[in-house]
């Protein structure tokens, strides 16, 4: 997961879109480490000006999965606030 973090400003945004957004979906892993190296991704995707996502995106695919995360027991505050 880190080393995908890494490599998403040298993707092009329909491949990152395309390929690592329904991957990140499809982990069922709620380990901290792994919540925080997904949420690592989500935030560079939203923040990066050549990835920035549409709203449509953000609305449909993001933020439905992001939600539950944010309650998830594994994850303290401090997590949480550095994650957003």
Request: charged share 20%.
């Amino acid at each position: 997961m880190i080393c995908i973090g890494k490599l998403l400003e040298d993707l092009e945004k329909w491949i990152v879109l395309d390929d690592i957004l329904p991957i990140l979906e499809h982990i069922n892993s709620r380990d901290s480490a792994v919540l925080m190296a997904m949420l690592g991704i989500y935030k560079i995707v939203l923040t990066h000006p050549k990835l920035g996502i549409t709203k449509d995106i953000l609305a449909t695919r993001v933020l439905p999965y992001l939600i539950p995360i944010t309650i998830d027991n594994n994850l303290n505050m401090s997590q949480v606030k550095i994650s957003f």
